[in-house]
């Protein structure tokens, strides 16, 4: 930028390979940051939807669900879309929930 020298600090971190299940939007208030909204993804494995419970053995294993069942129809593709925009137009920090494979 104008002949002067830029540097900005990074962090590189090896780790074993990983998967994207879910976005996080965040606004910036007063008093720090705050969710916006969530968007995971359409198909989550066992190992993710696992952690979510606290005995899986005796759940019925009904997490993401109903959330699942968005992808399914029109109306549900367009809701997600919908976050998605509100998301990339209002939220000012954006985070990627992820797992290893």
Not at 7 to 24: H, K, N, Q, R
């Amino acid at each position: 930028l104008h002949k002067k020298e830029t540097c900005e600090a990074v962090t590189v971190i090896e780790t074993p390979p990983m998967i994207v299940v879910g976005v996080v939007g965040y606004i910036k208030t007063p008093r720090g940051l705050r969710t916006l909204n969530t968007v995971w993804a359409q198909h989550l494995s066992e190992e993710v939807r696992r952690r979510f419970y606290k005995n899986w053995y005796k759940s019925k294993k009904k997490a993401f669900t109903k959330y699942s069942k968005k992808y399914e129809n029109e109306t549900g593709k367009k809701e997600i879309q919908a976050e998605l925009e509100k998301m990339k137009k209002y939220a000012s920090v954006v985070r990627v929930l992820a797992h290893t494979q």
